[in-house]
């Protein structure tokens, strides 16, 4: 399967992202990529996107990682809302409460 994710490059302490259409099995840091869709910075703010590219690659099936759906979703390269990275917290039932009490 496809995804499209950051690849990190630059220097130490100095931290740039390219944008890239890997494999999934494909490690971030192992260079090995299909195509640079783009890049960004985020010390800067800049971003530099190839939007026909990047339609390409999801019409032909490739998944985005979540900070790169919400890259492009904040660009308006794609129409949809920005995703909640941080998982929302457990809300524990009654039945859950009761039987830790037990436990204890």
């Known amino acids: 399967m496809v995804i499209i994710r950051l690849q990190r490059v630059g220097r130490k302490n100095d931290p740039s992202f390219r944008l890239v259409a890997t494999d999934s099995r494909n490690a971030a840091r192992s260079g090995s990529f299909l195509e640079i869709l783009g890049s960004y910075d985020p010390r ?3 971003k530099a996107l190839n939007g026909e590219r990047i339609k ?4 032909k099936g490739a998944q985005l990682s979540v900070t790169v759906h919400n890259i492009l979703a904040g660009e308006k390269i794609i129409d949809a ?6 998982p929302a917290p457990k809300v524990k039932t009654a039945a859950e409460g009761e039987a830790e ?3 204890s």
């Not at 390409?56 to 019409?59: A, D, H, K, P, S």
């Not at 809302?81 to 941080?86: E, T």
Request: charged share 30%; aromatic share 12%; no cysteine.
């Open 81 to 86: 809302a920005k995703i909640s990275k941080v």
């Open 44 to 46: 800067s703010k800049k």
């Open 101 to 103: 009490a037990v436990k």
């Open 56 to 59: 390409f690659w999801i019409l």
